[in-house]
């Protein structure tokens, strides 16, 4: 093989290579007798670089900057060496991983038997103290915080490598690009990382250092340590950090978890122009294709939580693509933990009108970040005349600004240009994001101009970045380009006026409203899909309650006298009701006031809540769609209970009844509700065409009502 060297970068000489089980050898001569010219120590090595498919040399850098650059004419000869020297590496830095987590626990020993005794305890172990620290790793050294970050320290020599157990692993592995992660390893050193494991914040002297140093990427392997740190906190314990997440778990859905959810889930992707519904999972996160189906499902459970529990977000679909590159390497509660810790740095933000918020949650705030775009833009003079091409095949650049940075450049870039924007936005939120956009518009501008219409303008700046390689030296590239840039306006999105900007952000009428109720046990038949379509029907006052179970035919029995027993334990209630037919239809209704003995129909003008917000809904078993009829005003005849007659909902054509027995039903024309029968006919024996006239009976399988508490 040929190596040029550091020493000599201009002189190419030829030798023989040997890997042998701690280092790389290199000879002058084949012969077996010979020493070795030079070698290099496998544990001394800082990265190795040329692993990309079908690169023609590699390069091993050792701690100290030292290379040795080496290429063949033998087809294939090169890969395979990079494989071997790669395996080998990877051995040395699994051990001193290993050696990290055993000093690790030493050092929370020592500090937890410490606390436990008084301090007097240690004064007259202090020699045997100062001996401990030459010569165990696991006491602390005291190391200066001013060296933590330090270039002329020794390079992380860590595993690159590492990712969570949500994982495409076969997917994952086309965006490994071992170069990469080389290469952003190098730029930690080995003292930093130590440091940064013993740090629950990252100190104020230490914050620029950190945060210039993270701009350069983080490897694989280190990032759930350090982007947890560059949100704000490092992660707890297991057991703390599980608690946590159960908590929330429990104020999002009650005592009953689901393991799955289906579309729609809250995407945070509506309230745009033609988005009035929530996109698919698949639309709206750009690389869902490298989580597995487990974090397929932690990624919804996620986006659920955050909708129940949080108001701060209407409009973000930074959030999803936020939270998928999340648990590529941390755990579904770690990325909530996360999360938290990004809320807790935007309201300090806007209490402290620190300019850019740490991320952009409503439209609002898009609408604002569009339109500093543009200025920024303009006043940087970055690209004059891609921004007049785009005016003149008629785009308006605050559209083309919105589209562009909404979803945090999710699809504007390639996966791991996305995460170089994820890492610094952690810790310096949203002006990360207006960074990297304005520096794509620069490096990209050329292909911009090449457009002629403004619907092959548009194709190019959806995916702007993926002309861009996944190579180190493009990535660090965009990278300088962002930060080379001079941001004018020091107040950033607080300066920006509130008009809307273009059509496209401009609010709608209606959206779907993301709910679902807290459920416990016992938590009945109905299935999650309905309790998600029945929820945003409602009303908001009564959202804000939990359904009980307070009577299931199943377990009470059929007698009525149980029914209003059970009932009037919740005196006063809302209520939501299901009937469950025996042909897997489902048809029920929601009242301000539980079920109640009455003579004739229940007076509605004492109710002391309005029966404007009653309504019947059906879902049947040849369709998807919950079908919802709402109070008409057309009646007052709202329901009708006794052991005699049984139960009756809705007047002038009774929407619902069942009778004394709780075993059979009928629905019809109803007036109060202006609805059809709530099931058809599945017989013969009705004539279609006069179907909406008469009454259809059926067999009721399952009864259950519920109590708003």
């Known amino acids: 093989m040929h190596i040029v ?31 070795p010219v030079e070698s290099v120590l496998l544990s001394r090595v800082a990265s190795l670089l040329g692993r990309a498919e079908g690169s023609d040399h590699l390069r091993i850098v050792d701690i100290l900057g030292h290379w040795w650059q080496l290429r063949s004419d033998i087809p294939g000869q090169v890969e395979s060496w990079v494989s071997a020297i790669a395996a080998r590496m990877e051995q040395f830095r699994t051990a001193s991983a290993r050696m990290n987590d055993t000093e690790d626990a030493h050092v929370a020993a020592i500090q937890s038997f410490a606390a436990s005794r008084p301090q007097q305890d240690f004064q007259a172990h202090r020699p045997m103290a100062k001996l401990a620290r030459r010569f165990l790793p696991c006491v602390d050294r005291d190391i200066k915080k001013e ?96 608690d946590y997440y159960n908590n929330i778990l429990a104020r999002s859905f009650g005592d009953i978890v689901p393991r799955e959810f289906e579309d729609p889930v809250p995407t945070f992707c509506q309230g745009m122009k033609d988005v009035s519904e929530e996109q698919p999972l698949r639309d709206a996160v750009q690389h869902l294709s490298l989580l597995n189906s487990e974090g397929e499902a932690a990624l919804r459970r996620l986006l659920w939580c955050t909708a ?31 999360f938290q810790h990004i809320i807790d740095a935007d309201e300090h933000r806007e209490a402290e009108s620190l300019g850019n918020p740490a991320i952009i949650c409503n439209r609002r705030l898009i609408n604002k970040q569009a339109k500093l775009f543009v200025m920024e833009a303009q006043k940087n003079k970055l690209v004059p005349d891609v921004l007049a091409h785009l005016e003149r095949l008629g785009l308006d650049l605050h559209d083309v600004a919105v589209r562009l940075l909404q979803d945090g450049l999710a699809r ?70 962002a930060f080379s840039i001079r941001m004018y306006t020091r107040d950033g999105i607080n300066r920006m006026s509130s008009v809307w900007g273009c059509e496209y952000v401009t609010p709608i009428l209606k959206s779907h409203i993301f709910c679902r109720p807290r459920l416990f046990e016992p938590r009945g038949s109905c299935p999650d899909k309905i309790w998600e379509m029945l ?43 299901f009937v469950f037919t025996q042909a897997g ?41 919950l079908d919802i009829f709402p109070w008409s005003g ?24 069942i009778d004394k027995e709780l075993s059979r039903g009928s629905t019809s024309v109803s007036k109060t509700f202006d609805s059809p029968a709530l099931i058809p006919s599945y017989g013969e024996i009705i004539d279609r065409k006069l179907e909406h006239l008469v009454e259809i009976d059926f067999i009721v399988s399952k009864f259950e009502t519920f109590a708003l508490v």
């Open 147 to 242: 060296e933590k970050f330090s270039r002329e320290l020794t390079p992380y020599r860590g595993a690159r490598q590492g990712h969570s157990n949500l994982v495409n692993n076969e997917e994952f592995s086309k965006v490994i690009e071992p170069d990469l992660q080389e290469v952003q390893g190098a730029h930690w050193s080995e003292d930093s990382v130590l440091y940064l494991r013993q740090c629950q914040h990252i100190p104020k002297d230490l914050t620029r250092d950190f945060r210039l140093t993270l701009r350069w990427g983080v490897p694989d392997g280190l990032k759930n340590l350090i982007w947890p740190l560059a949100a704000g906190s490092a992660l707890p314990n297991v057991t703390e950090i599980k």
């Open 308 to 338: 129940l529990t949080n108001d701060r977000f209407d409009s973000c679909p930074f959030l999803p693509n936020l939270f998928a590159a999340l648990l590529l390497f941390v755990s579904e509660p770690e990325a909530m933990y996360i």
């Open 5 to 35: 060297t550091s020493h000599d970068p201009q002189k190419d000489v030829e030798v023989y290579v040997k890997l042998t089980a701690d280092a790389v050898s290199f000879y002058a001569d084949d012969g077996e007798d010979l020493s």
């Open 412 to 481: 504007a870039l390639n996966f791991r240009a996305f995460c170089r924007v994820v890492g610094s936005s952690l810790a310096e939120g949203s002006e990360i994001i207006l960074r990297y956009g304005l520096a794509l518009l620069r490096l990209q501008g050329a292909t911009l101009l090449e457009c002629s219409t403004p619907e092959d303008a548009r194709a190019r700046l959806e995916h702007l970045g993926h002309g861009l390689e996944d190579s180190p030296e493009a990535i660090d590239a965009l990278t300088k380009a």
């Open 585 to 625: 239809d489902i048809i029920g209704g929601y009242s301000p006031h539980l079920w109640v003995r009455t003579k004739d129909y229940m007076d509605v003008m004492g109710l002391i809540r309005p029966a404007e917000d009653a309504f019947v809904f059906r879902k049947l078993v040849t369709g998807d769609k």
């Open 535 to 577: 929820w945003p029907e409602v009303p908001e006052w009564s959202r804000i309650l939990d359904p009980r179970l307070v009577h299931a035919k199943s377990t009470h029995g059929t007698f009525l006298r149980t029914v209003f027993g059970c009932c009037d334990e919740y005196e006063n209630a809302p209520m939501i009701f």
């Open 634 to 657: 057309n009646n007052g005849m709202l329901l009708q209970a006794h052991e005699r007659n049984g139960l009756n909902f809705g007047g002038e054509g009774v929407a619902i009844s």
